[in-house]
């Protein structure tokens, strides 16, 4: 019989106290559960009378997803541990360190990370992150090409790949992102107010192509160690430090899905400022600043990816005159499509976002949810045609505006 | 400590008595290794005054080529087992049994298939198999249907593709196939007399560019269960059945490599009959007959595949109007481009076919070189413009006559 049970306040605390190093010795130690209890329980501990805390994570073995309870493997607790180690390596500045974990009890001790915000909250209201692009564009080039055939020993990388065999939650995104939105299905979620969108979304064939082909790369497509779940909520930040935490969808994809993941999280919560802002001015400079964001998370990421590969670079062939160009472009087109697909999802799929569902009034949520609607179907649409983040930044600006798109 | 041994032919006797139904119970059983001690023991056990017969294939941890010992991993017998297991339950008539086997000994206990010929053979003596692209087109499409994310279960798939990470056997393709013809390595193996082509080879860099792109796709495509090896001399032969044999290079790649390896084969043997027929009406026929079979293995592949794909769909968004026809175009491109690589590997890389090396005059031979890798390079270089199996065969018979190529 497996030894799996649900921890308990004090046996967390036990836990935390046979970590080495992280407590001092005779530390009175508290511990606040403080998960959503949705996917996991997440205890906090803390030493009275210090600044000294660790985070445990533990794995539960069902989701809960809108009242729903979905059985879930445990086995996500080894992935996202997994990921984390491989990440912190590679990004040690960017990722939370593991103290310690149990595979069989499915918990991980980590860093805490109590002093951030998460990305999310901080965007919706209205915080400026000037470092976030430059961080998380450093964070992707860096875990991307040192997890691929580029920049990895290419045999070594079969097996690692082969520990992040991660059916149950690669079958979530299958379905949430890449078939739930475009038919019919209980998983989805959306007022009736854009019945006519979703409707659009169910029979439109050309739409359906494009999000086969980005359905068929997620599928297929072992490029590289992906974080899997890199929205806005996946991120801490702080005004001079980010943090990428909780990849438990992590498994050996696209690299333009992680990319797009964070520009579409962007790019939603720039669609969402048509319902938070009634100051007009306002509203422009944050949405200009959405953009650049957007844009320079692309930037950074290319400036570091190139730069990884000219002076890293494990595979011979890769060398060849044009190749380089050649292989960012394509993970362009990628970023484009499946940015286009998560924002799509976030509206009439299962799962929602903050930055949207929480807009007060109804006519601007839903004004958010059509703008947002528009930019990810153009990006979907034209993912193919695009060759430099301007042909993205101009796709937005048009969908934005309910223009007829030209790239 | 491992027990794993090499076999004696005492014990490889016990074995196939312990095997149930295959020996009658006091059967006198004789013995005698077949293999070439390249990479394999291979036990042919018959019973005396009986038809009554079985092979035992047992892995040895090293490969011998040229002379040199290479270590490779024992789990390869594994491999070779569970793709014999997984591709036989696809493909019953078309695969060896597997009556028994042993991961921890390295050995499979399968059909004994010794009133077979190796196609490789019989192509070189000039046989026909009218019955060979119908065969192999039908296990083509059928082990690439139901091991693709198309025609199984998509977490399954992902689940037996961790079964086959098979870094050992990778390596090689990647090093003999996508990398050494390509620059100087002391595995390249070919006579002075064509060394302009060699060095043609490693200046060419637009080839290289074609190569490194189907490279990349060998490296992360993780399309559907390959054979992994499917030449000629891995397919057993009688002019009613065929039996595909060897698959120790199994692993999850892009369906292109195996039919790539198939009609690449074909295409050799094609090449070489320059250098085997004096009468050129007898060239003409057989030259005639090997481009059909190459044609024939494609449309019989591709007919076979939609047929499958428009019964047995499992992937809802694949039934997207002209997913199927851009999914086979892309195979059909691969499968070029595939084929091109194998064809100029046997030239200069390590390993070479008999097809060509056994032609018994300096000149021929030569000239069977020249023309290989003038179809080779052909189709390698204009892979990704290819649109229906004419194109390929307008490139074969274009190069072939050191013409100018246009598609």
Same mark, same amino acid.
Request: proline share 4%.
């Given at each position: 019989?497996?030894?799996?049970?649900p921890l308990s306040a004090e046996e967390a605390?036990? /836990?935390a106290?046979s970590i080495?190093?992280? %407590?001092p010795e005779?530390?009175?130690?508290e511990?606040?559960e403080i998960?959503?209890?949705?996917l996991? &329980?997440?205890?906090?501990v803390?030493?009275?009378?210090?600044a000294?805390?660790?985070?445990i994570?533990?794995a539960?073995?069902?989701?809960?997803?809108v009242?729903?309870?979905?059985?879930?493997s445990? @086995?996500r607790?080894?992935?996202?541990? &997994?990921a984390?180690?491989?990440?912190?390596k590679i990004?040690?500045?960017?990722v939370?360190e593991?103290?310690g974990?149990?595979?069989?009890l499915?918990y991980?001790?980590?860093?805490?990370?109590?002093?951030y915000t998460?990305?999310?909250?901080?965007?919706?209201e209205g915080q400026?992150?000037?470092?976030?692009?430059e961080?998380i564009?450093?964070?992707?080039?860096?875990t991307?090409?040192y997890?691929s055939?580029?920049?990895m020993?290419q045999q070594?990388?079969?097996?690692?790949?082969?520990?992040?065999?991660n059916?149950?939650l690669?079958k979530?995104?299958e @379905?949430l992102?890449?078939e739930d939105?475009y038919r019919?299905?209980?998983?989805?979620?959306?007022?009736?107010?854009?019945?006519?969108?979703a409707e659009a979304l169910?029979?439109?064939t050309?739409l359906h192509?494009?999000?086969?082909?980005?359905?068929?790369?997620? /599928? =297929?497509q072992a490029q590289a160690l992906?974080h899997?779940?890199?929205?806005?909520g996946?991120?801490f930040?702080?005004p001079d430090?980010?943090?990428?935490?909780?990849?438990?969808?992590? %498994?050996f994809?696209?690299?333009? %899905?992680d990319?797009?993941a964070v520009i579409?999280n962007?790019l939603?919560?720039?669609?969402?400022?048509?319902g938070?802002?009634?100051d007009?001015? =306002?509203?422009?400079?944050?949405?200009?600043?959405?953009?650049?964001?957007?844009?320079g998370v692309?930037?950074?990421?290319?400036?570091?990816?190139r730069?990884l590969?000219n002076?890293?670079?494990?595979d011979?062939?890769?060398r =060849?005159?044009?190749y380089?160009?050649?292989?960012i472009s394509?993970?362009?087109k990628? =970023?484009?499509?499946?940015?286009g697909?998560?924002?799509i999802?976030r509206?009439?799929g299962l799962?929602h976002?903050?930055d949207?569902?929480?807009?007060?009034g @109804?006519k601007?949520?839903?004004?958010?949810?059509?703008?947002?609607?528009?930019?990810g179907?153009?990006?979907?649409?034209h993912h193919?045609s695009i060759q430099?983040?301007?042909d993205i930044?101009t796709?937005?600006?048009?969908?934005s505006q309910g223009n007829?798109?030209?790239?």
């Open positions: 019989m497996s030894a799996y049970h605390i036990q /836990l106290r080495p190093g992280r %407590f005779h530390a009175e130690l511990c606040r998960g959503d209890g949705n996991n &329980l997440v205890f906090h803390t030493a009275k009378n210090t000294d805390s660790i985070i994570k533990q539960v073995p069902y989701a809960k997803v009242g729903e309870s979905w059985p879930l445990l @086995d607790a080894r992935i996202e541990r &997994l984390l180690e491989t990440e912190h990004c040690p500045e960017l939370p593991v103290y974990y149990s595979d069989e499915a991980t001790v980590m860093e805490d990370l109590s002093e998460i990305m999310r909250r901080g965007l919706i400026a992150y000037p470092k976030f692009a961080h564009g450093e964070f992707l080039a860096r991307l090409f997890t055939d580029l920049g020993n070594e990388k079969k097996v690692l790949a082969g520990q992040f065999v059916p149950d690669c979530i995104t @379905d992102i890449f939105p019919k299905s209980d998983n989805n979620n959306y007022s009736e107010a854009i019945e006519d969108e169910r029979s439109d050309e192509f494009e999000v086969t082909l980005l359905r068929h790369k997620f /599928l =297929t992906l899997g779940d890199l929205h806005t996946s991120i930040v702080k430090s980010t943090k990428v935490i909780d990849p438990e969808f992590a %498994f994809g696209p690299m333009g %899905f990319i797009g579409g962007l939603l919560n720039y669609a969402s400022q048509i938070w802002s009634s007009e001015q =306002t509203r422009a400079a944050r949405e200009a600043r959405l953009i650049e964001m957007a844009r692309w930037t950074h990421f290319e400036s570091g990816f730069l590969w002076e890293g670079l494990q011979e062939m890769s =060849t005159a044009g380089q160009d050649y292989y394509q993970i362009l990628d =970023t484009a499509g499946f940015a697909c998560k924002m999802r509206i009439v799962s976002v903050a949207i569902d929480t807009i007060p @109804d601007g949520r839903e004004a958010a949810q059509r703008k947002a609607l528009a930019i179907k153009s990006l979907v649409r193919r430099s983040i301007d930044v796709l937005v600006e048009q969908a007829e798109v030209s790239i």
